[in-house]
T-cell receptor
């Protein structure tokens, strides 16, 4: 079973920031938070990951609360092409390679 | 050219037929995966392989088998297809270790998917 809970759907106006929440209240100290997205039945695409510090890359920012029980993915200036299903996943990074568990995710609709 | 390719992209078959879905990658990754996705749901792991000599069952392996013919190739077979195996199937690859030998991000790279319909 997925270790995360996400809202099933969200809307965002084009050009505005999209803030996607994820709860992972049972996260362990060595589990990372990953975000992937899936655009219209294409293969999922990696966005970002983090452990406890906030992270930023060219696609998005990841804000993790101090207690690590929740996080938020931020798309700073959402475009219509960001309409997709966004998956929040927690897993360990180690030599055994724990597998990813994809839950139903959040369907983000960016509106013109 | 795509790093992870899947063939066929679409397939319609009848109940009881044997079907093979193929996945090839040019990324040089050791790990390969097969997932299925039903409408409106997340991905479920069918099988995964750490290297050519390693095969592991995922969450929903019943009714499926796999073959890792080479580092770059990982095939999924449905020995006797049934209608509830109608789904979108994805292959993915990842590298467990980075260039220094430490655990990497293990970012998964997905293929474009195969839409399978069993009538």
């Amino acid at each position: 079973d997925a270790k995360t809970t996400q809202p099933p759907s969200m809307d965002c106006a084009e050009g505005r920031a999209a803030n996607l929440p994820c709860n992972h209240s049972t996260i362990s100290g060595n589990e990372y938070v990953y975000w992937y997205r899936q655009i219209h039945s294409q293969g999922p695409q990696y966005i970002i990951h983090g452990l406890k510090n906030n992270e930023t890359n060219e696609m998005a920012s990841l804000i993790i609360t101090e207690d690590r029980k929740s996080s938020t993915l931020i798309l700073p200036h959402a475009t219509l092409r960001d309409t997709a299903v966004y998956y929040c996943i927690v897993r360990v990074i180690d030599n055994y390679g724990q597998n990813f568990v994809f839950g139903p995710g959040t369907r983000l609709s960016v509106l013109p | 050219d795509a790093d992870v390719t899947q063939t066929p992209r679409n397939r319609i078959t009848k109940t009881g037929k044997r079907i093979m879905l193929e996945c090839s990658q040019t990324k040089g990754h050791d790990r390969m995966y097969w997932y299925r996705q039903d409408p409106g749901l997340g991905l479920q792991l069918i099988y995964y392989s750490f290297d050519v000599k390693d095969i592991n069952k995922g969450e929903i392996s019943d009714g499926y088998s796999v073959s890792r013919q080479a580092q770059a190739k990982f095939s999924l077979s449905l020995e006797s297809a049934i209608p509830n195996q109608t789904a979108l199937y994805f292959c993915a690859t990842s590298d467990l270790l980075d260039r220094t030998g430490r655990p990497s991000v293990d970012e998964q790279y997905f293929g474009p998917g195969t839409r399978l319909t069993v009538t």
